[in-house]
């Protein structure tokens, strides 16, 4: 049985993260979040020691190592900003480490890790669900037996609406979340390198707190993506429907259907991890450098490469 720790266990993906621990017939052991609304861990792991002063549960993972009763994993559920450091602190508490997308904001983290990675012998796994998902594995294996030099034409869209919170909190603060592309689109671009290979042109038509869109030349296909948290930009079909949320990707027209099954990827992510079979920092570092590179570069003019749904945007800011 896999002894866990679990960093960030008041935040929103923590209790899928309880749940894969439990589903794997492994333990939490213990958990840190500076926030106490941790209420859904009596559904999982009411006997887990409970910390919200972080120096305390360090000395708790110390002392559990010391008597012989080690943490094998620490999962992170922390905020974007505090990956890197609370993956170094996993890694030197002997213990390998799972954590959430983003694995970090910049790809030189990802070089310091390697090398704590290298000195204490454990390893970092991250999150990747979309990997996992039968209709993506599906697509991968449809492009990978198809022409070998065929350029697909693909839009991506992906609306999830948030309150006003959001801006407020620490996922409105592209220091501390990386920005909307960082906080909700890593694991698009993760997926979409995974398949159709390593980036050629990245361009970025909007940047905002709540939307973001751009342009994306891949080795074997062409991307039009838009992000968003703004309800406002639901298409209307959707907002009828009185959805909350839109996920779309078409490749050539044909809408890949991917909306459900997400909630066994957590699961099954830990099971291949725990298997030997988790993703690491290699795999991790092109979608980094994806959303490292969009939250830095210039804009690009709109042109003909824009998301159809950019079209509210470009009216809000006098394009046409």
Known sequence: MNRFALIGA?????????????ETGSQLVTAFDKFDSVGVMD?????????????????????????????????????NYLHDAHIRFGLRSGANVICEKPLVLNPWNID???????????????????RLHPSIIALKKRIEN????????????????????YGISWKGDITKS?????????????????????????????????????????ERARVRWFLS?????????????????YRSLQIEGEEIEFSDGFTDLHTKSYEQIMAGNGYGLSEAYPSIEIVNHIRNTALTRVSEDYHPLIRFQRQLVGHE
Request: proline share 5%; charged share 25%; hydrophobic share 40%.
């Open 146 to 165: 198809g022409p070998a030099h065929k350029m697909y034409d693909l839009d991506l869209a992906y609306i999830t609406s948030r309150g006003k919170w």
């Open 112 to 130: 310091g890790l390697a090398e704590i990675e290298a000195e204490t012998g454990n390893r970092v796994s991250n999150i990747l669900q979309l």
């Open 10 to 22: 008041a935040g929103f993906i923590a209790p899928r993260h309880m749940k894969a621990i439990k």
């Open 229 to 245: 948290t703004d309800s406002v930009t639901l298409p209307e079909s959707v907002k009828l429907a009185n959805r909350q949320t």
């Open 43 to 79: 559904s999982y792991f009411p006997e887990a020691d409970f910390f919200t002063e972080f120096e305390r549960f360090d000395r708790h993972i110390d002392k559990l190592r010391r008597s012989g009763h080690p943490v094998d994993y620490v999962s992170i559920c922390s905020p």
């Open 178 to 218: 990386g920005g909307i592309a960082t906080n909700i689109g890593v694991h698009f671009f993760d997926m979409l390198t995974w398949i159709f290979g390593p980036v050629k042109q990245n361009r970025v038509h909007v940047r905002e707190v709540n939307q973001a869109a751009g342009y994306l030349e891949l």
